[in-house]
């Protein structure tokens, strides 16, 4: 499995980013898509992730500025960033959220993109 993530760049406070990530093989049958991020010196931190029903969750500090969106058929997922700030400044990492049923349990596994990074400036 490998993700491809895009749209990562620079822009000064108050702008907008949109991040794309597309997961491939395209048969791949994805349970949820979604971005976390990295801040210099601090933890990978959740952003916001879309099921494959369109069920969104977003971490507090995005709500009402990120919005998440996908596409089933393209196994892609879309980040649109505005009113962005400096503190959102951080490597972006797609991630993606499998499970497959098994005999007698379910196998989870999660894949990662390479990141892409985004800056803001003041």
């Known amino acids: 499995v490998q993700l491809q993530a895009s749209g990562g760049g620079s822009v000064q406070a108050g702008g907008s980013l949109r991040l794309s990530c597309e997961a491939s093989?395209?048969?791949?049958?994805?349970?949820?898509m979604g971005w976390y991020r990295q801040a210099p010196g601090k933890e990978r931190e959740f952003v916001a992730f879309?099921?494959?029903?369109?069920?969104?969750m977003y971490a507090d500090s995005v709500k009402g500025r990120f919005t998440i969106s996908g596409d089933n058929a393209k196994n892609t997922v879309y980040l649109q960033m505005n009113n962005l700030r400096p503190e959102d400044t951080a490597v972006y990492f797609c991630?993606?959220?499998?499970?497959?049923?098994?005999?007698?349990?379910?196998?989870?596994?999660?894949?990662w993109g390479q990141g892409t990074l985004v800056t803001v400036s003041s």
């Open positions: 991630n993606a959220y499998t499970v497959v049923p098994g005999l007698g349990r379910d196998y989870e596994y999660d894949y």
């Open positions: 093989p395209k048969n791949l049958d994805i349970t949820r």
């Open positions: 879309i099921t494959r029903g369109g069920v969104t």
